[in-house]
């Protein structure tokens, strides 16, 4: 009686794991998005550098978006299938990350397609800066999100440097807003090279979007 009741107790265990998160494999997840923000990012700035790059910087942030596509599919296909969230997170925060970290590449093939398709015969000064600060943005989400297993409440250094970029990213936006109105004749050009600033401050904004979300399951997790 006892092996039958053991042996009952053991075949539960197992559907029960199967149910149970790998909560390192969402941590794991997170980690390749925030990877892919890195890379669309780099394509962004070195075509900042080197403008010939155009036609090869459309190629390679057309394949890192799909590849986040691909990680943010992976992430919610298993959310989907797990009967209980990690311990960090519930099911909305899960979603609310993986939405910020698939916005940022997204964002930047936007800006980088907009380049492409807009015929902008060069980038401008604010363009560059926009991009450098993004770049530096998304490495530290990044690190960020390689702290996230091992993060404590009042662990707060990633947010707020992310967001000190962010509010220099909306200073920068300002001013080649300004500049654009006063110096650029062409209405074209204007709606143009409008639309790209603002693209790159989105992908900045869910960089800090992102940030604050951890920052929030930290310390709701205390």
Not at 5 to 15: I, K, S, T
Not at 58 to 84: A, C, P, S, Y
Not at 91 to 102: F, M
Not at 184 to 191: K, L, M, Q
């Amino acid at each position: 009686m006892a092996d039958s009741h053991n042996g009952v107790l053991h075949r539960l265990q197992r559907v029960m794991r199967a149910f149970l998160p790998e909560e390192q494999d969402f941590f794991v997840l997170f980690a390749s998005a925030a990877d892919k923000a890195v890379e669309a990012a780099e394509c962004l700035h070195k075509l900042m550098e080197d403008y010939r790059r155009l036609p090869l910087a459309v190629e390679q942030i057309d394949d890192i978006e799909n590849e986040g596509d691909e990680i943010v599919h992976e992430t919610i296909q298993k959310l989907n299938r797990t009967f209980v969230t990690p311990a960090l997170f519930d099911r909305e925060d899960i979603y609310r990350l993986a939405e910020c970290l698939d916005d940022i590449p997204d964002m930047i093939k936007g800006t980088i397609d907009r380049f492409n398709s807009f015929k902008i015969r060069e980038p401008d000064e604010h363009t560059r800066e926009m991009a450098e600060l993004l770049l530096e943005a998304t490495k530290l989400l990044n690190s960020n999100i390689s702290a996230l297993p091992r993060m404590q409440p009042g662990d707060t250094q990633y947010c707020r440097q992310i967001n000190t970029l962010e509010n220099q990213g909306d200073a920068a936006l300002k001013k080649a807003l300004a500049d654009l109105f006063d110096h650029e004749p062409d209405a074209r050009e204007i709606i143009k090279r409008k639309e790209i600033y603002e693209f790159i401050e989105e992908a900045m904004d869910r960089c800090e979007d992102a940030a604050n979300l951890i920052e929030a399951v930290v310390t709701k997790n205390a």
